[in-house]
Each structure stands twice: as structure tokens, then as C-alpha cells.
């Protein structure tokens, strides 16, 4: 089996509220993804259950071509490409688009006995490299509601210069827009160069609050934000 490349990493809380005691099989699961963001949207999201040796991301490593896709345009054909040659069960894109602040999105992930572990990723929007990460959760033996607090990482594969240009293509220096709207233009960048290059807990946008120039073309009233960042309950059925 080929194995995930082990790049991006999800730290969260978890807590736990067993609704059965019978040990399941298979595990399917009904899968529910909030966004608990005042002003940021979720690119489409991938979740896929996997074997324990599989990851799509871990905090430290290097990110691959296929999760800067992700990182920086919310691109996920190469990860579901990736997961589908581990012979992963895989959901893509369950909201169909965009998933907006305080907003849900409930879907089913079918699995087998051979695939014990949970990932999920989406990419953060309007962001530079900023994605919202599950790294290889456990998924428990026994039915009941799971619920795990979700941080956003950076990919370490941008400079978080903060202009908005229609950027997204991996490479290519700049965010691809800010749905919710409030963002300026002008803006020189607050920086274009980053020294951690690695998976890590992203420090959020800066942003300003000049709309026609400053460093950045994000509100700091709007796109801001403080981990977590999203929340996902699991029910294992």
C-alpha cells in the first residue's frame, strides 16, 4: 500500500460522550464540520479514514506539493489522488463550496476494519497558506459522539504577505479572495519572507484597518482569528 506523504498536523481537544457500548465493526461515521470563525470561510474539505502508518500532514514536516495545492488555492485533487492510492475511504467537498462563518456542513464517511484512523483538512479563507487540520485520529471501537476542536496550521510554503490578488496557484504569492468581504486594497505586505518553512500553528491574520494601503489588505476586525478554528463531531454508528 503506498503511503500517505506525512505532512500537516491537527492539534485539538477531545472529548468524548459514549452514547452506546457495543463495539462496532466497520466504523462508518456521520461526520458534522463547524466553522467557529467570525469572518473566515473553509475552502472544500477532504476527510478520509486510513490505516495508522498514513498521514496527510504532521506538524514539523515539510508539506507536499499536494497539500500546498490545498494551503494556498483550496485545491484537493491531489489529496484525494493520494488518499484513493492508500485504498482510503474518502468524502471531498460536502458543503459543495465553501463552508461559511457559523455555519455546518453533516456528511457520511462509509468505512472498513482496515482503515482505524480519521484526517481531515480544509484551507482557510482569505489566508496566505492558512488550512484547518485532523492528523490521524484514532477512531474509537466504541459507538458514540466524539467531538474534537480543530486549530489552523500554516503550510510553511507561503510568506503571509496578506494581499489580496487573486493569488492561489502554488508559487504564485498572493491570497485568491476574502469571501466575506471587508477587505482593502493598497496594501505593500507584511512580509515577504518567513523563516519557520515548516507545518506550524498558524499566528492568525494581522491585518489593518486602512482599506486603501497599509501592509495589509485584511480587516483586523474581520479576519482575524484565535485557535480553535473549527470544531468536528464524529459519531461512530
Do not use: C
Not at 462496532?24 to 472544500?44: C, E, K, R, Y
Not at 500532514?57 to 497539500?67: A, H, I
Not at 493520494?82 to 453533516?106: F, H, Q, V
Not at 482575524?224 to 470544531?231: E, H, I, M, Q, S
Amino acid at each position: 500500500m503506498k503511503t500517505i506523504s506525512k505532512n500537516i498536523s491537527a492539534f485539538f481537544s477531545v472529548s468524548a460522550i459514549v452514547l452506546a457500548s457495543s463495539t462496532v465493526a466497520a466504523q462508518d461515521m456521520s461526520i458534522t464540520v463547524t466553522n467557529l470563525t467570525q469572518g473566515l470561510h473553509f475552502t472544500p474539505i477532504i476527510t478520509a479514514a486510513h490505516t495508522s502508518e498514513n498521514h496527510i500532514f504532521m506538524v514539523g514536516g515539510v508539506s507536499t506539493p499536494e497539500l500546498q495545492a490545498m494551503a494556498e488555492g483550496g485545491d484537493i485533487s491531489g489529496l484525494v489522488s493520494m488518499l484513493s492510492n492508500a485504498d482510503a475511504n474518502i468524502s471531498e467537498n460536502p458543503a459543495a463550496g465553501l463552508l461559511a462563518p457559523g455555519t455546518s456542513t453533516t456528511y457520511a464517511l462509509n468505512n472498513d476494519d482496515s482503515n482505524t484512523h480519521l484526517s481531515m483538512t480544509t484551507m482557510v479563507l482569505p489566508s496566505n497558506d492558512g488550512f484547518v487540520g485532523l492528523d490521524s485520529w484514532n477512531i474509537p471501537t466504541e459507538a458514540g459522539t466524539y467531538t474534537i476542536m480543530l486549530n489552523a496550521y500554516d503550510a510553511g510554503t507561503e510568506a503571509n504577505n496578506e494581499l489580496v490578488n487573486g493569488g492561489g496557484a502554488p508559487g504564485v504569492l498572493g491570497i485568491p479572495a476574502a469571501p466575506s468581504g471587508g477587505a482593502g486594497t493598497g496594501g505593500v505586505g507584511v512580509t515577504d519572507t518567513e523563516s519557520n518553512t515548516t507545518i506550524h500553528i498558524h499566528r492568525g491574520n494581522i491585518g489593518d484597518d486602512d482599506a486603501a494601503g497599509g501592509k495589509s489588505d485584511l480587516n483586523n476586525s474581520i479576519h482575524r482569528w484565535l485557535n480553535p478554528v473549527a470544531k468536528l463531531t464524529v459519531i461512530v454508528q
